[in-house]
C-alpha cells in the first residue's frame, strides 16, 4: 500500500537553528512529491513541489527538499527557522502513473519555534 | 483569482442533524477533492469529484455520507445523522485539468489548491 512516513510528529526549536523534516514514501514507480505547510488556523498551502529535473527544489520563504530517489526521501530543509514559520509541515505524493492517483498524505510534523 | 472557498468555516450540530458542507473551486478548476483531518492523524482522503461524476469515493464512509458535485453550484459534502466522531475539520481541494504543466501538473496526480476548511463540531 501507498504511505507516506515522516519521521518527526513535533519537533521545538529556536529561531536560527536550522530545520530537516524527515519524509520517506513507499511505491516503485515515478512520483510527483510535495511539502504543504499550515499555519495556525489556516489552510493548506504549497510550499514546494518536485515533478521532475533537478532534485533539488527551492519553495517559498527559503524552505528547500531533495528527493533522493535510491533512499525514496524528500526531506524538507530551511537554514534559519523564524518564528513564523511555526506550522504544521505535510509531506504528500502520488504516482506519475499507475497506482493511487490520489495523494497520499503523511501525518504530519508539528513544529514550534521560540523565539 | 479567487483560492477555492468553503462554507461554513465553523458549523455545530447535535446528534443526529444532518451537515452540509460547501466547496467552490478555483475558477478553472474542474477537480474536487474532500479529505477529513484529525488531530494527530494528518489528511485522510475521502472523495474526488469532477462536474456532475463521482470519480473515487474509495475513503468515503459507506453510511451517512455522501458527496455531489452539480453542474451549476459548489460541491456538497453531506453527512446525516452526524455523530460526535464525525468532528473534525473537513477540507476541500481543487486541481486544474489533466493537461496542466505539459500533463503531470494537473488532475489528481498534481497540485492540489486547498480551502480554508470546516471545523464540524457534533455535540
Known amino acids: 500500500a501507498q504511505s507516506v512516513s515522516q519521521h518527526n510528529h513535533h519537533v521545538i526549536l529556536s529561531e536560527a537553528a536550522s530545520l530537516e523534516l524527515g519524509c520517506n514514501y513507499s511505491?516503485?514507480?515515478?512520483?510527483?512529491l510535495f511539502w504543504y505547510v499550515q499555519y495556525p488556523g489556516q489552510h493548506l498551502q504549497l510550499l514546494l513541489k518536485?515533478?521532475?529535473?533537478?532534485?533539488l527544489v527551492k519553495g517559498i520563504k527559503g524552505f528547500e527538499a531533495e528527493f533522493i530517489k535510491s533512499k525514496f526521501s524528500f526531506n524538507l530543509r530551511k537554514p534559519s527557522v523564524q518564528w513564523s514559520d511555526t506550522a504544521e509541515y505535510f509531506c504528500?505524493?502520488?504516482?506519475?502513473?499507475?497506482?493511487?492517483?490520489?495523494?497520499?498524505f503523511g501525518r504530519g510534523t508539528s513544529l514550534i519555534v521560540h523565539p | 483569482n479567487a483560492g477555492v472557498m468553503q462554507n461554513p468555516r465553523h458549523l455545530v450540530r447535535r446528534r443526529g442533524q444532518e451537515a452540509r458542507l460547501r466547496c467552490s473551486p478555483m475558477k478553472g478548476h474542474s477537480h474536487v477533492y474532500w479529505y477529513r483531518q484529525l488531530p494527530e492523524e494528518g489528511l485522510k482522503f475521502m472523495v474526488y469529484?469532477?462536474?456532475?461524476?463521482?470519480?473515487?469515493e474509495s475513503g468515503m464512509p459507506k453510511e451517512r455520507f455522501s458527496a455531489e458535485f452539480p453542474k451549476e453550484g459548489p460541491s456538497i459534502l453531506r453527512i446525516q445523522q452526524v455523530v460526535r466522531g464525525d468532528s473534525a475539520a473537513y477540507f476541500c481541494?481543487?486541481?486544474?485539468?489533466?493537461?496542466?504543466?505539459?500533463?503531470?501538473?494537473?488532475?489528481?496526480?498534481?497540485?492540489?489548491?486547498f480551502g480554508p476548511g470546516t471545523r464540524l463540531l457534533v455535540l
Open positions: 511505491y516503485g514507480g515515478t512520483v510527483n
Open positions: 518536485y515533478f521532475s529535473g533537478d532534485p
Open positions: 504528500a505524493f502520488s504516482p506519475r502513473s499507475g497506482g493511487s492517483y490520489i495523494p497520499t
Open positions: 469529484l469532477q462536474k456532475e461524476n463521482i470519480i473515487d
Open positions: 481541494a481543487s486541481s486544474p485539468p489533466v493537461s496542466y504543466d505539459r500533463g503531470i501538473g494537473g488532475g489528481p496526480r498534481g497540485t492540489q489548491y
